[in-house]
């Protein structure tokens, strides 16, 4: 088989949130310019209107091996993100692990999420869980980078934001919980991919900032001009409303949390986003999504 070159990444999820936020990442970064970027997607005539021209499109689908070996050929490091549920993050997870090694890849990152390692009970969490242990077994040099909560799950306004801060504020009463931009999700899955020596065999809990919900609104009034309204919910309410596997998320959120050290994140990425920071680029850009 064809030795891969040092110069091949392969990403998983480009259009979506953290995908897309490594390929922004790689492409502003001199570094990587001679880097060639390919990515697998299940429509590439879909795909190719919203991504770069100089992207490597791949139809492929993270079930179905002989097209990830297809897209997999010839690439150094891949950048692996996998979707719920979490059986179906497990098959995703394996059947690319399997794939990735008939390829000869070097070397995979893997989105995984915060605590993995830490059993937690949490379906969606267990599962990665799984799927990293699957790529430690299978000898394939990897990088973990654990994501805690997404700050691009807080909407700038509107109804989203009015359920979201209501559903955390009932959720956490009190407790601090850290929150990481997918923007800087990318920042560190690029440093791996343009450094994979220095990044092999690191397992990196990613946050930005640490706040409780009334600290969030904090940082919202003082962003906006304006406190946000939230909704109130009876604890009792989100054990109804919510599926098994998002209520023992949040009740790990209480307990527990997440337990990414910020500040030695910060020496090593300066530019890491506050919640602060990410609602003011949001608030200043055209995307008000999020």
């Known amino acids: 088989m064809a030795m891969a070159s040092t110069k091949t990444v392969l990403i998983t999820g480009a259009t979506g949130?953290?995908?897309?936020?490594?390929?922004?990442?790689?492409?502003?970064?001199?570094?990587?310019?001679?880097?060639?970027?390919?990515?697998?997607?299940?429509?590439?005539?879909?795909?190719?209107?919203?991504?770069?021209s100089n992207i490597t499109l791949h139809k492929a689908n993270l079930t179905d091996k002989p097209s990830l070996l297809s897209a997999l050929t010839n690439i150094h490091t891949a950048f692996l993100i996998t979707i719920p549920p979490a059986e179906s993050e497990i098959t995703q997870g394996k059947t690319f692990v399997d794939a990735a090694k008939e390829a000869g890849v070097k070397h995979i990152i893997f989105s995984s999420v915060g605590s993995a390692e830490r059993n937690?009970?949490?379906?969606?969490?267990?599962?990665k869980r799984v799927v990293e242990e699957y790529i430690i077994a299978s000898g394939i040099p990897?990088?973990?980078?654990?994501?805690?909560?997404?700050?691009?799950?807080?909407?700038?306004?509107?109804?989203?934001?009015?359920?979201?801060?209501?559903?955390?504020?009932?959720?956490?009463?009190?407790?601090?919980?850290?929150?990481?931009?997918?923007?800087?999700?990318?920042?560190?899955?690029?440093?791996?991919?343009?450094?994979?020596?220095?990044?092999?065999?690191?397992?990196?809990?990613?946050?930005?900032?640490e706040l409780s919900i009334s600290e969030v609104l904090d940082v919202y009034e003082k962003v906006l001009g304006a406190r946000p309204w939230?909704?109130?919910?009876?604890?009792?309410?989100?054990?109804?409303?919510?599926?098994?596997?998002?209520?023992?998320?949040?009740?790990?959120?209480?307990?527990?949390?997440?337990?990414?050290?910020?500040?030695?994140?910060?020496?090593?990425?300066?530019?890491?986003?506050?919640?602060?920071?990410?609602?003011?680029?949001?608030?200043?850009s055209k995307d008000k999504s999020a």
């Open 230 to 284: 939230t909704v109130w919910l009876p604890y009792f309410v989100l054990k109804l409303m919510l599926p098994t596997d998002f209520f023992l998320m949040f009740k790990f959120f209480y307990d527990d949390g997440y337990k990414a050290n910020i500040p030695d994140l910060r020496k090593e990425h300066p530019a890491l986003q506050t919640l602060e920071g990410f609602l003011r680029e949001k608030s200043n």
């Open 142 to 209: 990897y990088t973990f980078i654990r994501p805690v909560a997404f700050m691009d799950n807080f909407p700038l306004a509107g109804v989203g934001r009015f359920f979201a801060l209501g559903l955390f504020k009932t959720a956490l009463g009190g407790k601090k919980l850290q929150y990481i931009a997918a923007k800087d999700i990318g920042e560190f899955a690029a440093k791996a991919v343009i450094d994979p020596e220095g990044w092999k065999g690191r397992e990196v809990e990613l946050a930005g900032d």
């Open 17 to 52: 949130q953290q995908g897309g936020a490594l390929l922004k990442a790689l492409q502003s970064n001199p570094a990587s310019s001679t880097l060639s970027i390919h990515a697998i997607v299940r429509d590439p005539a879909a795909a190719a209107k919203k991504l770069p």
């Open 120 to 127: 937690t009970g949490i379906p969606h969490f267990d599962s």
